[in-house]
Protein backbone atom coordinates (compact mmCIF):
# COMPACT_ATOMS: atom_id res chain seq x y z
CA UNK A 1 0.00 0.00 0.00
CA UNK A 2 1.10 3.23 -1.22
CA UNK A 3 1.52 6.05 1.96
CA UNK A 4 3.43 8.78 2.65
CA UNK A 5 4.94 10.12 6.18
CA UNK A 6 5.95 13.82 6.66
CA UNK A 7 8.03 15.16 9.25
CA UNK A 8 10.54 17.67 10.42
CA UNK A 9 8.43 21.19 10.61
CA UNK A 10 8.48 23.19 13.63
CA UNK A 11 8.71 26.70 14.77
CA UNK A 12 11.77 28.97 13.56
CA UNK A 13 12.27 32.53 13.34
CA UNK A 14 12.22 34.78 9.95
CA UNK A 15 15.36 34.30 7.97
CA UNK A 16 15.97 30.28 9.61
CA UNK A 17 16.08 27.10 7.73
CA UNK A 18 14.09 23.77 8.10
CA UNK A 19 14.45 20.44 6.56
CA UNK A 20 11.41 18.68 5.42
CA UNK A 21 11.09 14.79 4.67
CA UNK A 22 8.90 12.84 3.38
CA UNK A 23 9.14 9.00 3.64
CA UNK A 24 7.53 6.44 1.32
CA UNK A 25 6.74 2.99 1.55
CA UNK A 26 4.61 0.28 -0.46
CA UNK A 27 5.75 1.74 -3.84
CA UNK A 28 9.20 2.64 -5.79
CA UNK A 29 10.14 5.70 -5.05
CA UNK A 30 12.57 7.04 -7.73
CA UNK A 31 10.04 5.85 -10.56
CA UNK A 32 7.37 8.60 -9.79
CA UNK A 33 7.25 12.29 -9.36
CA UNK A 34 6.88 13.61 -5.60
CA UNK A 35 5.76 16.85 -5.07
CA UNK A 36 5.68 19.48 -2.11
CA UNK A 37 2.70 21.26 -1.04
CA UNK A 38 1.09 23.99 1.30
CA UNK A 39 -1.90 24.95 2.56
CA UNK A 40 -1.84 27.79 5.18
CA UNK A 41 -5.55 28.78 7.13
CA UNK A 42 -7.98 29.88 4.79
CA UNK A 43 -6.08 29.43 1.63
CA UNK A 44 -5.92 26.96 -1.23
CA UNK A 45 -3.54 23.95 -1.42
CA UNK A 46 -0.71 25.49 -3.59
CA UNK A 47 2.52 23.56 -4.95
CA UNK A 48 5.68 24.68 -3.81
CA UNK A 49 8.09 21.75 -5.77
CA UNK A 50 8.62 18.61 -7.39
CA UNK A 51 11.17 15.97 -8.49
CA UNK A 52 10.12 14.32 -11.30
CA UNK A 53 10.40 10.62 -12.25
CA UNK A 54 11.38 10.58 -15.57
CA UNK A 55 14.92 12.27 -14.86
CA UNK A 56 14.86 13.47 -11.87
CA UNK A 57 14.28 17.18 -12.67
CA UNK A 58 12.67 19.61 -10.04
CA UNK A 59 10.48 22.42 -10.55
CA UNK A 60 10.03 25.11 -8.02
CA UNK A 61 6.93 27.36 -7.23
CA UNK A 62 8.33 31.06 -7.85
CA UNK A 63 7.98 32.42 -4.49
CA UNK A 64 10.42 29.57 -3.22
CA UNK A 65 12.87 29.89 -6.27
CA UNK A 66 16.42 30.30 -4.81
CA UNK A 67 14.99 29.17 -1.27
CA UNK A 68 14.13 25.64 -1.03
CA UNK A 69 15.59 22.85 -2.59
CA UNK A 70 13.78 19.42 -3.32
CA UNK A 71 15.90 16.34 -3.36
CA UNK A 72 15.66 12.51 -2.99
CA UNK A 73 17.19 9.41 -1.85
CA UNK A 74 16.08 6.85 -3.44
CA UNK A 75 18.10 3.87 -1.08
CA UNK A 76 16.24 5.60 1.75
CA UNK A 77 12.90 6.61 0.43
CA UNK A 78 13.02 9.86 0.91
CA UNK A 79 12.35 13.29 -0.39
CA UNK A 80 13.59 15.96 1.33
CA UNK A 81 12.53 20.26 1.26
CA UNK A 82 15.67 22.12 2.52
CA UNK A 83 14.07 25.67 3.26
CA UNK A 84 16.28 28.53 3.69
CA UNK A 85 15.82 32.10 4.74
CA UNK A 86 11.95 31.11 5.49
CA UNK A 87 9.77 33.99 5.94
CA UNK A 88 6.43 34.43 7.55
CA UNK A 89 3.99 34.25 4.76
CA UNK A 90 5.85 30.52 4.74
CA UNK A 91 4.21 29.48 7.27
CA UNK A 92 1.52 26.77 6.30
CA UNK A 93 0.83 22.73 7.12
CA UNK A 94 3.48 21.18 4.36
CA UNK A 95 2.73 17.62 2.40
CA UNK A 96 4.53 15.49 0.22
CA UNK A 97 2.59 13.50 -2.39
CA UNK A 98 3.25 11.40 -5.69
CA UNK A 99 0.48 9.62 -7.89
CA UNK A 100 1.80 5.73 -9.39
CA UNK A 101 0.55 7.47 -12.82
CA UNK A 102 2.84 10.33 -12.52
CA UNK A 103 6.54 10.61 -13.95
CA UNK A 104 6.48 14.56 -14.88
CA UNK A 105 7.53 17.18 -13.29
CA UNK A 106 4.74 19.18 -12.13
CA UNK A 107 3.28 20.82 -9.10
CA UNK A 108 -0.96 20.89 -10.29
CA UNK A 109 -2.28 19.18 -6.71
CA UNK A 110 -5.09 17.76 -8.57
CA UNK A 111 -2.45 15.52 -10.71
CA UNK A 112 -1.19 13.83 -7.26
CA UNK A 113 -3.86 11.33 -5.83
CA UNK A 114 -1.54 10.17 -2.60
CA UNK A 115 -1.14 12.27 0.28
CA UNK A 116 0.69 12.48 3.29
CA UNK A 117 -1.02 13.71 6.90
CA UNK A 118 0.93 17.09 6.72
CA UNK A 119 3.55 18.50 9.03
CA UNK A 120 3.50 22.25 10.23
CA UNK A 121 5.91 24.85 9.96
CA UNK A 122 5.62 28.00 11.40
CA UNK A 123 8.02 31.38 10.49
CA UNK A 124 7.77 33.73 13.35
CA UNK A 125 8.32 37.67 12.82
Known amino acids: QLQLVESGGGLVQSGGSLRLSCTAS????????VGWFRQAPGKKREGVSC????????YYADSVKGRFTISRENDKKKVYLQMNNLKPEDTAVYYC??????????????????WGQGTQVTVAS
Open 51 to 58: ISGSDGST
Open 97 to 114: ATDPHLIIATIRPELFGS
Open 26 to 33: GFTLEYYT
